[in-house]
């Protein structure tokens, strides 16, 4: 029992809740978000620290013992995502002070950003199937109103395509937990893994599992993306970054933990078709990447490619592949965040998106230029930033398992990426700058985040050593579900 | 605009809300144990409030009703963490429940749990959250 | 009376799907409720139909049915209850802003 656990989630819960019972002025608010989430982030690093202790840190919630109750688990794999998601959103947040403006900020920014944490931290750390599907519905409500928030024509028209696709797929959701409920009776995930295990995973548990592959591929953006591009070019940059940076990822979270946990003992057939799905994403998003001459499309396009690349790390089923997809899962979280804010502050600036009407920016904005040339290379994946150790694992994993065509797509794919993001950079910030002097716009405090993030994205690929041990115990626990199910019945 | 005839309506209404109120409270205290609590009780108070937004028109309730309601969601929902923060403080599991037998005058022998806390505090989520969603539905027109 | 069931939720299922597939954003509101109640039905039918007693203290029943579903139920409804809410609001608003509720007429890029 370590009630830690449970504090990523109730430290922004009840700080949104206070601002939206007493309504203070916008500056409370924004300094009790920023004390919130770095809270969150000293909590999951002091998690991380015990975890790397004495191992995974579990809490039955209520004191009913697994699996009657809600257990909550923290192992090092969901402590690092909880640092990085802590660490990135407090740094959009910082970005939103800049951006997002009053009318938003009065319409309960700040309590929605924090319920949105509140939810993905809650993904991250449940050890119950339904417990998931709760938090993933209080990430998804804050996102379907903070995607409408403003209320302009575009964002109503897209965030009602992404309301029903989403609240489709929480059916699908629920269907596929009543179906394995009828078929183990429990929901417990540390309990599934034993019983699926004791049972043998038979035609009815693999095709249950496909049910759950579809689920969390909608809400990922795993080949089944169509409702992404658009959705996450509609709202305001420091919304669409935090989306970019974390929503997908929760969903990546849930298909890399119900297949290394549960589902794993058939994956010549469930690995293989997220195998394929990788592939086809991988190809799609990279062909949307190069094709359009938006920095909105380019980006999104980029987002969904970076699904692609984790998922076939998990797909080659081996410890060097599942080690990449989490080196490359928390350098997505940091360079997707990196990307949309500067993408958005250039359109901001340029007060345009199409590429062919933005020239020179780097004349007026040096800074702003090379950390977006900077965040370039590190998606692409060149040495020594934070996209290349991932990359390198990811495919060596591949490789390892046989699925030559899956490596192989994974560095064609990453070339057309480096082509899509130097396609922005070549035509937005080199040639003849056409912004005149006194339109210049002010950039000091929207600086201060991209440059921590800038300098994040150096770090953790000149760092990589550094945290290797800690990615070694979360790669272990994933590898070996033993682990997790004697953490969670109090057996270690 | 002419004022629509409707009597009948709000003659009931006088009397059935505060029927239905009562029954509401009743629905409350009988959870725990019985069917009932504070998700049904919350939902059976809204329903009174409803059927008075329905008779008068929004103002009336409202200037009756001084409450803003997304900050009584707030506040429920704020009881409920605080109930099972309770837990924590003397070092059990959060959300961990205890309740006790008492002697009270009145009642004689009576069973307080901490769960009521955090029904109240459910209670309060619904009734907020419902009245919300119908106010911010028919507001403008 | 679990084929029975199988075959209501069965038919809940279809007319909700009929409905999403409309292009009038009322009906796919009402589709995505259709759908849900199908949803529920179906996770009361998989956790068992009545083997026992209600759960409730005081009853003597010798067994009980698994009250597990029926508090899955509750959370979902009041899940799908709330976006339900928030779906009316939303397309409310998008009927006001853009015009139309028609689906048909919300696609393309005009309005960027």
Not at chain 1, 99 to 108: C, L
Not at chain 1, 264 to 276: D, K, S, V
Not at chain 1, 391 to 418: D, N, P, Q, R, Y
Not at chain 1, 424 to 453: C, H, M, Q, R, T
């Amino acid at each position: 029992m370590n009630n830690l656990v449970i504090m990523p989630i109730l430290i922004p819960l009840i700080t949104g809740l206070l601002m939206v019972a007493f309504r203070r002025k916008a500056v409370v608010q924004r300094f009790l978000s920023v004390v919130a989430l770095g809270a969150t982030g000293a909590v999951s690093l002091v998690l991380m620290v015990q975890i790397k202790d004495s191992g995974i840190q579990t809490l039955q919630l209520g004191g009913w013992e697994a699996p009657f109750g809600v257990s909550m688990v923290a192992d090092m794999f969901s402590g690092m995502l909880l640092l990085t998601t802590s660490i990135v959103s407090l740094l959009c947040l910082v970005f939103a002070f800049y951006s997002i403006g009053k009318e938003r900020e009065a319409h309960y920014f700040y309590p929605l950003y924090l319920f949105l944490i509140t939810g993905v931290n809650g993904s991250f750390l449940t050890g119950d199937m339904f417990n998931l599907f709760v938090c993933f519905e209080v990430m998804l409500i804050s996102s379907y109103v903070l995607i409408s928030l403003g209320g302009t024509g575009i964002q109503l028209r897209e965030s009602i395509k992404y309301v029903l696709i989403n609240i489709l797929s929480s059916f699908l959701f629920l269907v596929a937990i009543a179906y394995l409920y009828a078929a183990t009776g429990t929901l417990n995930m540390a309990h599934l893994s034993e019983r699926v295990a004791e049972a043998g995973q038979n035609g009815i548990l693999t095709a249950i599992a496909i049910l759950f592959l579809i689920v969390f591929s909608l809400k990922a953006g795993l080949f089944l993306f169509f409702w992404l591009p658009g959705s996450y070019s509609a709202p305001p940059t420091a919304i669409a970054a935090i989306f970019a940076a974390l929503l997908t990822k929760v969903g990546i979270y849930s298909i890399i933990r119900i297949f290394t946990l549960i589902f794993y003992h058939e994956p010549h057939i469930t690995h293989l078709i997220i195998g394929i799905m990788a592939a086809v994403t991988m190809l799609l998003g990279a062909i949307g990447a190069v094709a359009y001459w938006d920095i909105k499309k380019i980006l999104t396009y980029n987002v969904i490619v970076g699904v692609g690349l984790i998922m076939a790390g998990l797909a080659s089923n081996s410890t060097v592949g599942l080690t990449g997809s989490m080196y490359y899962l928390i350098h997505d979280i940091i360079i997707k965040a990196l990307i949309f804010l500067i993408g958005g502050t250039v359109i901001t600036l340029a007060g345009t998106s199409k590429l062919k009407y933005i020239s020179g920016l780097i004349q007026t904005y040096p800074f702003l230029g090379w950390m977006f040339f900077i965040a370039a290379l590190s998606l692409a994946g060149i040495p020594p930033l934070s996209g290349f150790i991932g990359k390198v694992f990811i495919t060596e994993g591949t490789f390892e398992a046989g699925f030559l065509w899956l490596g192989a797509i994974g560095l064609i794919t990453s070339l057309m990426v480096l082509y899509s993001v130097m396609k922005i950079f070549l035509n937005g910030f080199w040639g003849d700058s056409y912004l005149d002097e006194e339109k210049k716009g002010e950039v000091k405090g929207i600086l201060f985040p991209l440059a921590i993030l800038t300098l994040l994205t150096i770090g953790l690929g000149v760092g990589a050593e550094g945290i290797y041990s800690y990615a070694e115990l979360a790669i272990e626990s994933l590898m070996n579900p033993l682990l997790y199910i004697e953490a969670v019945f109090g057996r270690g | 605009m002419k004022e629509p005839n409707d009597v009948i309506l709000r003659s009931v209404t006088k009397v059935a809300v505060l029927i239905i109120l009562t029954f509401a409270i009743n629905l409350f205290f009988s959870g725990h144990h019985n069917p009932g609590g504070g998700f049904i009780g919350g939902l059976a108070f809204a329903s009174a409030l409803t059927l008075l937004f329905l008779c008068y028109d929004i103002e009336t309730v409202r200037e009756n009703i001084p409450v803003d309601f997304k900050a009584v969601t707030a506040v429920g929902v704020l009881i409920s963490v605080f109930t099972g923060i309770g837990g924590i403080i003397f070092d059990r599991p959060f959300l961990t429940q205890a309740f006790d037998y008492f002697q009270l005058p009145l009642f004689g022998k009576t069973e307080l749990a901490t769960a009521v806390l955090f029904d109240i505090g459910v209670a309060m989520a619904v009734i907020g959250t419902a009245i919300t969603i119908i106010s911010s539905i028919s507001e403008d027109r | 009376m679990e084929t029975i069931m199988s075959i209501l939720i069965g038919v809940l299922f279809a007319i909700g799907t009929y409905l999403v597939l409309t292009k009038s954003l009322l009906r796919i509101i009402l589709g995505t409720s259709v759908i849900s109640h199908g949803v529920n039905l179906l996770i009361l039918i998989m956790g068992g139909v009545k083997t026992g007693g209600p759960p409730l203290l005081g009853l003597d029943a010798l067994s009980f049915t698994d009250a597990l579903p029926q508090a899955l139920i509750l959370t979902a409804i009041v899940i799908s209850f709330a976006t339900t809410a928030l779906f009316l609001v939303l397309s409310y608003r998008a009927y006001k802003v853009l015009g139309t509720d028609d689906t048909e007429q919300m696609r393309g890029n005009e309005n960027e």
